[in-house]
């Protein structure tokens, strides 16, 4: 382990916040988070969560949710920790009461019901929201420590790489940390 933590000792110039995107190093073998890209919704003292960004579900929101409108969404596994519970990010900004402002034009959750009346209403395009499935958390400084043992690079990114398709995006995140901003 002391090998691999030389190896790939990351350097990170960008600390966590809200909005950035964690990339795992290379070589974790952790289940959930091997070559994983994570939006980080929320990070404080108190702890951090976020949403796996790449880890696509094959199945459709509507045999998760019966009374969910026709309507092919992306669904990912957004993390291991309350995977009964069904989450999303979306660019609909206020336009959903109760939505999280995430970032410029990035926005978590919301009414759910009124999202279904907006989607049956035609007035939300597949472009503008992503779904998951469970979160990732970390409690108190325990990002803080995995990022000291080398397990994550912090990096910015834009609207367009969060709301696009999921794969091969831990590829695309490791291939523009050079530049600091996905």
Known sequence: MEFQTKLFAIKNTILPKKGTILISEPLSQDLYFRRSVVLLVEHSEEGSMGFILNKKVNINLREVVADFPDFDAQFSLGGPVATNTIYFIHTLGELIPGAIKISTDLYWGGDFEFLKFLILQNQVQLHQIRFFIGYSGWSGNQL?????????????????FIMGKPTGLWEKAVACTNSFFC
């Open 144 to 160: 803080d420590d995995e990022m000291n043992a080398n397990s994550w690079l912090v990096s910015k990114t834009t609207i367009d």
